[in-house]
């Protein structure tokens, strides 16, 4: 980021937003102010990007689009960048509204620990998304958490870890084998 961006007098307006354009950060705007945090690291990009795989051939049957790293307006001023999201939508622009999305997903890595298990499934859940999958990554494992929207937070709908498979009809049907998560790419 740059001084101008640091020193800029919160708070940022989308259009400040937006006129940020692409960054080698992940940046969100909350409530007029900006998330800034580094890529993610190499093995949260490989479980979402395995977990887009997983997802894509089911959401596509569901005429839904799987998308990583969209901007997703949750409420005016408030744009989040969810790992992955599976909307109603077409893939044309740069934002997607929370009504376009049926489910949200966000791979916990150490660095955003906190914000993905407690601040974002709040704005999720204020702006009415109905399904959130929360992806843990316990030392070497994969743990997926699915969660349904209940009222004005996220209830536990069913949870799968090594082994298992996490199978739904809701939002959309799809079956998630936790074991294809868990390939690494071998070195050497």
Same mark, same amino acid.
């Given at each position: 980021?740059?001084? !101008?961006?640091?020193?800029?007098?919160?708070?940022?307006?989308?259009?400040?937003?937006?006129?940020?354009?692409?960054?080698?950060?992940?940046?969100?705007?909350?409530?007029?102010?900006?998330?800034?945090? #580094?890529?993610?690291?190499?093995?949260?990009?490989?479980?979402?990007?395995?977990?887009?795989?997983?997802?894509?051939?089911?959401?596509?049957? !569901?005429?839904?689009?799987?998308?990583?790293?969209?901007?997703?307006?949750?409420?005016?001023?408030?744009?989040?960048? #969810?790992?992955?999201?599976?909307?109603?939508?077409?893939?044309?622009?740069?934002?997607?509204?929370? !009504?376009?999305?049926?489910?949200?997903?966000?791979?916990?890595? #150490?660095?955003?620990?906190?914000?993905?298990?407690?601040?974002?499934?709040?704005?999720?859940?204020?702006?009415?998304?109905?399904?959130?999958?929360?992806?843990?990554?316990?030392?070497?494992?994969?743990?997926?958490?699915?969660?349904?929207?209940?009222?004005?937070?996220?209830?536990?709908?069913?949870?799968?870890? #090594?082994?298992?498979?996490?199978?739904?009809?809701?939002?959309?049907?799809?079956?998630?084998?936790? !074991?294809?998560?868990?390939?690494?790419?071998?070195?050497?």
């Amino acid at each position: 980021m740059s001084v !101008a961006v640091l020193e800029h007098p919160e708070p940022w307006s989308e259009d400040e937003f937006f006129a940020l354009g692409d960054t080698s950060s992940r940046v969100e705007l909350v409530d007029g102010s900006l998330w800034i945090g #580094p890529a993610p690291s190499k093995r949260h990009q490989h479980t979402a990007f395995l977990l887009a795989m997983g997802l894509y051939d089911a959401a596509e049957q !569901a005429g839904l689009l799987v998308l990583q790293d969209v901007n997703l307006r949750l409420a005016d001023g408030r744009i989040l960048q #969810p790992d992955l999201l599976v909307a109603d939508t077409d893939d044309v622009g740069t934002t997607v509204e929370a !009504a376009e999305a049926k489910l949200v997903i966000e791979v916990i890595s #150490p660095s955003n620990a906190g914000t993905d298990r407690l601040l974002k499934p709040q704005l999720y859940a204020a702006a009415r998304i109905g399904w959130y999958l929360r992806v843990e990554q316990p030392q070497d494992s994969v743990e997926l958490h699915l969660q349904r929207l209940d009222g004005d937070h996220y209830a536990s709908v069913d949870v799968a870890g #090594p082994g298992q498979v996490l199978a739904t009809e809701e939002p959309f049907p799809f079956q998630l084998e936790v !074991a294809s998560l868990l390939r690494r790419r071998r070195i050497g």
